[in-house]
Each structure stands twice: as structure tokens, then as C-alpha cells.
């Protein structure tokens, strides 16, 4: 945050409840917090130094998985801005139930993008996280690696395909053609750069139209204890 200026920060797979999280060493250095979490398992969160206000979690219609309306996807208004913070479902194997509750998922959230584009056209708002799909061959390093796997089955690639018919833009692809994001920590995937695509902005047209650049930070994929997912960074005029 501090090596890039970053105003705003959009997390995923957090992990933890929102009174764990640190709120009193952001609060030092001038960032609010938004987080939503329920246990160990996904949790998101928005940190902010340009506001942090009408923060809604979840969406309209968002389903749920064995009852439970698991925290994937938090909103705040920053600077203008409705910037959203989501964990797509992984999908896990293409017959698990959790693969059907991620199309059901990517679907309900199209039609909301859809009617906010509807309601004001112009409206400034982005939708960025891990969106655990890889819309294009070449965003894996081998297609054979992926045969009968999810992340880049026709269904998903379709159900993020209908996110940008519908009016979104992949802002960060213009400016990082061919690079991954993600690189898994087994069998050094990083070193031989056996990468994936899978974490994405996609903004509203309006926004798209003040992106300025983009790029994604693989040097903070090196070294120990990282994320497994480079940060992808936009650079907005506002």
C-alpha cells in the first residue's frame, strides 16, 4: 500500500472475522476499513483513504451454499467511486454442487450489473477480486493442465462473458496482455511461471473511461508467507 500509493484496497479470502482484522494499523496510517467475514473460510474486505461510506454486503438475489450466505462480496462508495471486493466460488470439480452454485452465483451477479447500468448509465463502479475463471486459453500456462477441470469450462467462461455483454470492461487487460496473477505455491509454479489469469477489474463504462493504466505486481508474489495472487492494480482520473 505504501510502495504504490494505493487509495483504495480490495481483499479477498480474508479469513477472518471483522473485529480480527487490523483496524487500529490501518486507522495509523490513514485507512478505514469495511470487512466481512464469518470464520475461517472466505471473508472480503475494503480498505480506504478516500471514504468509505453506504458500505452494503452481499447483493441483491446472491444465493446461497448449504444455507449459508457466505461472505463473498462487500461494496462501498470511495471517492465517487462504488468499488466491490469479490471472491467468485471456486467451483471445485465440475460435478461438485459447488460448481453449480458458482454459475448461480455469476448469474445472479449479472443481473444486478444489469439493472445498475439500467437504472444510470453513467454510474461509476468496479467490480475486482478473484474471480477464480480464466475467460481465454492463454490465460493458463497449458490447457492440457485444465481438461475436464473448473476455472475454464464453457459455462463459466459464458457466465463472464454475459458480465461484460452486459457493459463491463476488463480494464487491466489493455496494459498486461499475457501476464498471470496467480501462480499456485506447489511444484514452483512461480519460478517456471506456470501462472493463471484469474483476478480482474471490471468496470462500469464510465469508469472505464477515466482507467489510465494498469499493472500487475509480481514481485509481491515473491518471497515468504505471499499470497498465492499478484496484486492488479488500476490507476483512475477522477
Known amino acids: 500500500m505504501q510502495r504504490h500509493d494505493i487509495d483504495v484496497m480490495a481483499l479477498q479470502e480474508t479469513k477472518c472475522k471483522p473485529e480480527q482484522f487490523p483496524h487500529l494499523e490501518l486507522g495509523a496510517l490513514g485507512y478505514e476499513v469495511a470487512a466481512w467475514g464469518i470464520n475461517q473460510w472466505n471473508g472480503v474486505a475494503l480498505i480506504s483513504r478516500i ?22 462480496s462487500i461494496s462501498a462508495s470511495c471517492g465517487g467511486v462504488r468499488v466491490w471486493s469479490l471472491y467468485v466460488p471456486n467451483g471445485r470439480e465440475i460435478d461438485d454442487p459447488h460448481y453449480a452454485y458458482k454459475l448461480e452465483w455469476l448469474s445472479a451477479l449479472r443481473e444486478n450489473v444489469s439493472a445498475w447500468l439500467t437504472e444510470d448509465p453513467t454510474a461509476l463502479f468496479t467490480l475486482t477480486g478473484d474471480w477464480n475463471i480464466a475467460p481465454r486459453d492463454h490465460d493458463v500456462w497449458d490447457m ?65 473511461r477515466r482507467t489510465v493504466g494498469a499493472f500487475i505486481d509480481r514481485e509481491e508474489r515473491k518471497g515468504e508467507k505471499t499470497s498465492d495472487h499478484a496484486p492488479v492494480i488500476v490507476d483512475i482520473e477522477i
Not at 461510506?53 to 444465493?63: L, M, S, W, Y
Request: glycine share 10%.
Open 51 to 72: 471514504g468509505l461510506d453506504e458500505v452494503v454486503t452481499g447483493f441483491a438475489g446472491c444465493p446461497t451454499f448449504k444455507d449459508v450466505l457466505e461472505p463473498r
Open 144 to 208: 492440457a493442465e485444465f481438461a475436464g477441470k473448473t476455472h475454464v469450462t464453457a459455462p463459466e467462461r459464458a457466465a463472464f462473458a454475459a458480465l461484460l455483454d452486459a457493459g463491463l470492461s476488463d480494464v487491466v487487460r489493455p496494459f498486461t496482455e499475457g501476464e498471470s496473477t496467480y501462480w499456485d505455491y506447489q511444484a514452483g509454479r512461480l519460478a517456471k511461471n506456470h501462472g493463471m489469469r484469474i483476478d480482474f477489474h471490471l468496470s462500469s463504462p464510465a469508469l472505464a
